[in-house]
């Protein structure tokens, strides 16, 4: 397995990502927390955990720091996936855990090359997906009518949360999904069906198909932050009905509805391209919150390499603004097995 270190940024984008970060935390402060302020320094510091949980107090599988492809087998196929380990992991404490799906044709070592989610303090699985149906031979995921017929990709997850939980030391009540395009659309199939497993939700310019939202019927409000630029011509802003896809704003509506939020949600202009609407007073304090783009393409928001054609915003850093978000959500301890 072949281990490489991530984490740090680019020459020349230190400046840029510091003023990124200001701008993202107060953008955050201007439409409220979903629950009581967590700080950077406890999220950082994850808690112990008793030496019996499994994973906790092994050795790591890899050099904490790096990052490496690592296998899982789950229904019948040797699934792959692209693992990166915190700089300062510890196995005698547990960490939060973020799932990150690549949208079609892309690959989890991909998706980290230009995300930054390496850079957050928690274990990071960039899953690959199975080469699917249509134009050419391109990984994709279950729930878009390109997927690989038969493939059960939410079995899969949790057959990878599993392996995660055997191996590493996690918190199973912080696990959090993420992704782009195709990948975005299977964070909301996940919501839907393993809200058991999933604490919370950050799909960024979603390609949310017909079968990602049929018969959702979580077994709990889902909280969830959405990307999506205004100017996305691959998975349009206000929706393509040739392809059953859902305006953006009707989609994040339709979760405030799931999660019983308020019926009037609150709007803020954060920068001249960035506006945040906020659905609030949900059901178990699970906020729906939607980040716009104005202008922005099919990409990933302060991406630190190429993530799709159009316009991408500096102004944030979707792996920021997602996180500040994310890491206050856990899944009732009712229903984690």
């Known amino acids: 397995?072949?281990?490489?270190?991530?984490?740090?940024?680019?020459?020349?984008?230190?400046?840029?990502?510091?003023?990124?970060?200001?701008?993202?935390?107060?953008?955050?402060?201007?439409?409220?927390?979903?629950?009581?302020?967590?700080?950077?320094?406890?999220?950082?510091?994850?808690?112990?955990?008793?030496?019996?949980?499994?994973?906790?107090?092994?050795?790591?599988?890899?050099?904490?720091?790096?990052?490496?492809?690592?296998?899982?087998?789950?229904?019948?196929?040797?699934?792959?996936?692209?693992?990166?380990?915190?700089?300062?992991?510890n196995p005698r404490h547990d960490w939060p855990v973020v799932l990150a799906f690549h949208g079609r044709g892309n690959t989890g070592v991909g998706t980290e090359e230009f995300s930054g989610l390496s850079n957050l303090p928690a274990i990071v699985a960039y899953p690959n997906g199975v080469i699917g149906t249509g134009d050419g031979d391109r990984q994709a995921w279950q729930g878009a009518p390109y997927a690989a017929a038969g493939?059960?990709?939410?079995?899969?997850?949790?057959?990878?949360?599993?392996?995660?939980?055997?191996?590493?030391?996690?918190?199973?009540?912080?696990?959090?999904a993420t992704g782009k395009s195709n990948g975005a659309g299977f964070t909301g199939l996940l919501a839907c069906r393993m809200s058991d497993r999933i604490a919370a939700i950050a799909p960024v310019a979603g390609a949310f198909y017909p079968e990602t939202g049929e018969n959702c019927r979580p077994s709990r409000p889902v909280p969830v932050i959405d990307f999506h630029g205004t100017g996305d011509v691959t998975i349009p802003y206000a929706g393509d009905p040739d392809r059953g896809l859902p305006a953006i704003p009707d989609w994040t509506a339709a979760w405030a509805d799931r999660n019983d939020c308020r019926p009037r949600p609150k709007t803020s202009t954060m920068e001249p391209d960035i506006t945040i609407t906020r659905h609030s007073g949900c059901d178990h304090g699970a906020e729906v919150r939607h980040v716009a783009i104005t202008d922005g393409g099919h990409t990933w928001p302060g991406a630190d390499s190429y993530s799709g054609g159009g316009y991408a915003t500096e102004t944030i850093e979707a792996h920021e603004v997602m996180w500040q978000f994310l890491r206050q959500y856990r899944t009732p301890r009712s229903v984690v097995r």
């Open 1 to 89: 397995m072949k281990q490489t270190p991530l984490g740090g940024r680019r020459p020349g984008r230190r400046a840029r990502a510091l003023f990124r970060t200001t701008v993202a935390t107060a953008g955050l402060a201007l439409v409220g927390s979903a629950l009581a302020p967590v700080t950077a320094t406890a999220a950082a510091a994850p808690a112990a955990r008793p030496a019996s949980a499994d994973g906790c107090r092994q050795p790591a599988p890899q050099q904490p720091g790096t990052s490496g492809l690592r296998t899982v087998a789950s229904g019948g196929l040797s699934r792959t996936y692209q693992l990166h380990l915190p700089a300062n992991y």
């Open 151 to 176: 493939v059960d990709d939410v079995a899969f997850t949790g057959d990878l949360i599993d392996e995660l939980r055997r191996t590493l030391c996690v918190d199973e009540r912080r696990v959090y």
